[in-house]
T-cell receptor, first 111, second 114 residues
Framework: GESVGLHLPTLSVQEGDNSIINCAYS??????FIWYKQESGKGPQFIIDIRSNMDKRQGQRVTVLLNKTVKHLSLQIAATQPGDSAVYFC??????????FGTGTRLKVLA | GAVVSQHPSRVICKSGTSVKIECRSL??????MFWYRQFPKQSLMLMATSNEGSKATYEQGVEKDKFLINHASLTLSTLTVTSAHPEDSSFYICSARRAGREQYFGPGTRLTVT
């Protein structure tokens, strides 16, 4: 289930189950969205992106859904594996080159 | 392709000294590089946008005289933390824009000020 820690919410998922990580973005003018995975002590790693003219995009084991009406983004990971344990950030971009990062969610995969 | 490196990966310095962090795009030219700061269990906060051949653009609340940014070539940007203090201890991450809006991130530099 989900719990809110001091700074980062945590999602605990059983290995093999699907994970859904949510993100609310702030700027209604944002038209490009990216999901990043960050392991401890490392830089963000690109997972998948989506532009505002789409509402769904699929990659390998990952799917991003975009709901512009409620300014909500989600990342679905199929068949979650121990290697998926990390912190996941969404980022939004509104036509400039600057990214605004969300608060992040820690994903814990339980064996 | 699109590899970004940072050096050093970790640095410990004494309070009052300055430390320089390098960000390099290894296999592409980056007209724009970005510097972020990340405190433990927090998100990435954009500090400044570094444009090759021109002055960096700093985000609100970031002291430009404390965090000096130089982007002298299309593959190198440097961040110098001047007169560092313990509260400057953080994880500093750079990214580079190759084309369009995609950014490629470096592995980060852990700065500890004692």
């Amino acid at each position: 289930g989900e719990s809110v820690g001091l700074h980062l919410p945590t999602l605990s998922v059983q290995e093999g189950d699907n994970s859904i990580i949510n993100c609310a973005y702030s700027n209604s003018a944002s038209d490009y969205f990216i999901w990043y995975k960050q392991e401890s002590g490392k830089g963000p790693q690109f997972i998948i992106d989506i532009r505002s003219n789409m509402d769904k995009r699929q990659g390998q084991r990952v799917t991003v859904l975009l709901n512009k009406t409620v300014k909500h983004l989600s990342l679905q990971i199929a068949a979650t594996q121990p290697g998926d344990s990390a912190v996941y950030f969404c980022a939004e971009n509104a036509g400039t080159y600057k990214y605004i990062f969300g608060t992040g969610t820690r994903l814990k995969v339980l064996a | 392709g699109a590899v970004v490196s940072q050096h050093p990966s970790r640095v410990i310095c004494k309070s009052g000294t300055s430390v320089k962090i390098e960000c390099r795009s290894l296999d592409f030219q980056a007209t724009t590089m970005f510097w972020y700061r990340q405190f433990p269990k927090q998100s990435l906060m954009l500090m400044a946008t570094s444009n090759e051949g021109s002055k960096a653009t700093y985000e609100q609340g970031v002291e430009k005289d404390k965090f000096l940014i130089n982007h002298a070539s299309l593959t190198l940007s440097t961040l110098t933390v001047t007169s560092a203090h313990p509260e400057d201890s953080s994880f500093y991450i750079c990214s580079a824009r190759r084309a369009g809006r995609e950014q490629y991130f470096g592995p980060g530099t852990r700065l500890t000020v004692t």
